[in-house]
């Protein structure tokens, strides 16, 4: 399931593209040159391969670096053992989005999770730039985050 949403929000592309929240910070008249030459250039810029893959090749990057994401999220949260799969395909998929790092910028929802507190939880989730950005995943990624029951 986790591999699943997680394709569905990243979504796939074997040409090379550029990353949207990047292509915010580019000038225009550069992006135009770039948008250009990037084609011939069989590379990605932002947070994708950096060659050009077809879709198995880029699964199996997608399980690389979410194994990867996972492991650092058992080591940086000390109550991953008592987190429902369902909070920790949420995490997982935010560290995938934003980074391990950037996810434990997310303190107070955190805490919120380690003393099972749903509203909190969800306040945290909504009340970030994370939120701001990616709405629609943030909003489906959300009910996984506040399921606290064991399954």
């Given amino acids: 399931m ?12 074997s040409d090379p593209y550029i990353d949207v929240l990047v292509k915010r910070t580019i ?5 135009a040159i770039i948008e250009k ?13 950096l060659v050009k893959v077809d879709e198995n090749e880029a699964e199996y990057l997608l399980e690389k670096r979410l194994t990867e994401k996972m492991n650092e999220l058992v080591k940086y949260v000390d109550f991953w053992d ?3 799969q369902s909070q920790k395909n949420g995490l997982s998929n ?3 989005q934003i980074g391990s790092n950037g996810l434990m ?4 929802m955190l805490k919120a999770m380690k003393e099972k507190d749903v509203e909190g939880i969800e ?4 009340d970030s730039r994370w939120y701001r950005q990616a709405t629609n995943r943030a909003e489906n990624i959300i009910p996984m ?3 606290v029951v064991k399954e």
């Fill in 2 to 13: 986790l591999l699943e949403d997680l394709k569905r929000h990243e979504g796939f592309s």
């Fill in 27 to 31: 000038p225009k008249d550069e992006l």
């Fill in 37 to 49: 030459w990037l084609p011939k250039l069989n590379l990605t810029i932002g947070y994708g391969s």
């Fill in 82 to 84: 008592d987190l429902t």
């Fill in 94 to 96: 935010m560290a995938y």
């Fill in 105 to 108: 910028k997310f303190k107070n």
């Fill in 123 to 126: 306040r945290e989730a909504r």
């Fill in 145 to 147: 985050l506040v399921k």
